[in-house]
């Protein structure tokens, strides 16, 4: 599918993405009780192994909340942590949740091994995150956004991202991939997040924002 | 993850496909969920290939020559035998093919290249010697091309086939 989008409706496309990623953060800041820094959003249309490098290389290892994206806007989401960031949001999520003292800060001897509590943390984490945008996204369209539940994977990034990217390429070469970084200072978790539509619903999204024919 | 550092290291990246007729040369895949990778060795010559396919079929396209398993293997065939393989006597052994989702229908893309493949490869006349396909775990693979052997590694282990 070729869709021109003049620099017009690409600013427009890109400030929604941007207020969107704002109020992803600021709900995984609210769950957290941290301050959140949302790193301004990048918006590219690339390739799939553009979007592999954009999450750090094939073979990192990632902790992956996956959201796929259906109704009315149709694709996928991840919140990708590093493990031992992971681990550090983990305690933070679940220090404000069981209280001080509840648990261990020092990080973990087998960095990749998780308890249930982490995992469901982590995954609700993901679930308030990628939530938060696809509401704002979805005030600008008529139907509702639905999301899958969440599923948390630990994972070499490219085998997390493959089958997504996989859905995508089969209908376009390129895909559209919106990414930020969120950043709790004291503790400096970075948290990536990608938006990624399918072709097809690339369209919808755009007409809704009214970034075609501007 | 690195399996062997050296720089006869070449990566088929998503979509691409790497060919060595170097005793030196580890041919990689890194990072494979539902794609697959096909490897091809000859033990006489001792060439190798690895091609890291993406789907089934699919439109023919830009520059990715094996994003598609219909369009992409012969391709891939041709550039071994270009490279010195005779295909009637090499091996072949493919990895990947996993479903790493569940959620939202799981996206059954892997299973559908592992099908793809084993047909595609059945109706040229060449059938998979060695396979480690399906599950839900990713994969990194490396084929050795001194010797053919295809190095499978995941999280939590690594294999040889």
Redesign the interface.
């Known amino acids: 599918m070729t869709l021109t989008i003049s620099e017009a409706g690409q600013n427009v496309v890109a400030g929604t993405f941007r207020k969107a990623m704002k109020r992803a953060g600021e709900a995984l800041g609210s769950m957290s009780g941290q301050v959140i820094e949302v790193e301004t959003p990048m918006l590219r249309r690339c390739s799939a192994s553009d979007v592999l490098a954009m999450a750090g290389g094939p073979e990192s290892i990632v902790l992956a909340v996956y959201v796929g994206i259906n109704g009315s806007l149709q694709g996928h989401a991840l919140l990708l942590f590093s493990p031992a960031d992971a681990h550090r949001l983990a305690a933070i999520l679940l220090t404000g949740l069981l209280g001080p003292g509840e648990l261990p800060m020092e990080e973990s001897p087998d960095v990749l091994s998780y308890d249930e509590l982490e995992l469901s943390a982590l995954q609700e984490a993901g679930n308030v995150t990628i939530s938060a945008f696809l509401n704002e996204l979805g005030t600008h369209l008529h139907e509702p956004v639905m999301p899958t539940p969440p599923q948390v994977i630990i994972e070499m990034a490219g085998a997390v991202l493959d089958a997504v990217l996989l859905d995508l390429v089969n209908d376009a070469d390129q895909v559209l991939a919106a990414k930020t970084t969120f950043t709790e200072g004291g503790r400096a978790i970075d948290g990536t997040l990608f938006v990624l539509p399918r072709a097809d619903s690339l369209r919808v999204l755009l007409e809704a924002l009214g970034a075609i024919g501007i | ?2 399996l062997t550092e050296s720089p006869s290291l070449l990566v088929a ?3 691409e496909m790497v060919l060595s007729s170097g005793s030196d040369s580890h041919l990689v895949a ?6 697959i990778a096909l490897a091809v060795w000859d033990p006489r010559t001792r060439v190798g290939g690895l091609a890291h396919f ?2 089934p079929s ?1 439109p023919a ?2 520059g990715s020559p094996v ?1 598609f398993i219909d369009s992409g293997l012969d391709v891939f065939l041709k550039a071994t035998e270009a490279k010195g393989a005779m295909l009637s006597r090499s091996v072949f052994k493919a990895a990947g093919a ?8 799981g ?1 059954a ?2 299973k559908r290249n592992a099908e793809a493949m084993a047909a595609a490869l059945a109706e040229r006349g060449y059938s998979l010697t060695a396979t480690a396909l399906g599950g839900n ?4 693979v490396q084929l050795e091309v001194s010797d053919g052997r295809f190095l499978i590694k995941s ?1 939590s282990s690594v294999s040889e086939l």
């Open positions: 993850m690195t990246g998503i979509g890194y990072g494979l969920g539902s794609c993406m789907l699919g396209n830009d994003k996993a479903a790493m989702l569940t959620v939202g229908g996206l893309i892997g775990a990713g994969r990194t999280l």
